[in-house]
């Protein structure tokens, strides 16, 4: 199985509820990515976690929480967001293999729209 | 800042015609990958060359490195309507002896195939 799924695939919210996306991966990789994505423009690294535990955190504003509750699970909790939020948010893996950086991959993303 | 700088940020071709894209990046690196993303998708992995490689192939695909310029090249030969698409570089940092998970993706370019 080399596929990374995310649910849902599109998610329209106001500015006070909450949510969650999820992403999923059996490929064994013990590093997972979130990246915000906005159109025309590349992908932007949010968070990484590497064997469970948050790895990097790109300054990303607290009303994103990302979640990794097992090796193949990764969750981004959205709260309060604002109108600019709105993006394609896409998950990603890697084997992580300690040493050289991996190929990543993707999910079909989430299409994000904040009201 | 971007690492990675896609030329041209647009191309449009006749199917059939092969199809060139330049990466020009920054700083030191371990590798380099190319990625594609049709639109509104996730995005599919290409190829991955070491700094130690000068040039790698996969099926239509030839990718070149020259690390003394900090450029690669994407030549897609035979080009189908299948291929339109964005393709981005992305680096990894060569940061001393340890590791970083992170890899930022160029601005990329925008390819289209006439028919």
């Known amino acids: 199985d080399t596929e990374v799924t995310q649910t849902p695939k599109h998610l329209v919210m106001g500015m006070t509820n909450k949510k969650s996306l999820k992403c999923e991966q059996h490929?064994?990789?013990?590093?997972m990515y979130w990246y915000k994505q906005k159109a025309k423009k590349p992908p932007e690294l949010m968070f990484v976690y590497s064997y469970e535990k948050l790895s990097i955190n790109e300054s990303v504003p607290s009303r994103f929480s990302p979640e990794c509750p097992n090796s193949s699970l990764l969750n981004l909790h959205l709260h309060a967001l604002q109108p600019e939020d709105s993006a394609l948010y896409l998950c990603?893996?890697?084997?992580?293999?300690?040493?050289?950086?991996?190929?990543?991959?993707f999910g079909p993303g989430t299409r994000l729209t904040v009201l | 800042s971007q690492q990675g700088e896609e030329d041209p940020q647009a191309l449009s071709i006749q199917e059939g015609e092969n199809a060139t894209m330049n990466c020009s990046y920054k700083t030191s690196i371990n590798n380099l990958q190319w990625y594609r993303q049709n639109s509104g998708r996730g995005l599919v992995h290409l190829i991955l060359i070491r700094s130690n490689e000068r040039e790698k192939h996969s099926g239509r695909l030839r990718v070149t490195l020259d690390t003394s310029k900090k450029s690669s090249s994407l030549l897609i030969t035979a080009s189908r309507a299948a291929d339109t698409a964005s393709y981005f570089c992305?680096?990894?940092?060569?940061?001393?002896?340890?590791?970083?998970?992170?890899?930022?993706f160029g601005k990329g370019t925008r390819l289209h195939i006439l028919p």
């Open positions: 490929m064994g990789h013990r590093a």
């Open positions: 992305a680096t990894d940092l060569l940061k001393g002896m340890n590791r970083d998970d992170k890899i930022i």
């Open positions: 990603a893996s890697s084997q992580d293999n300690q040493r050289s950086t991996d190929t990543q991959y």
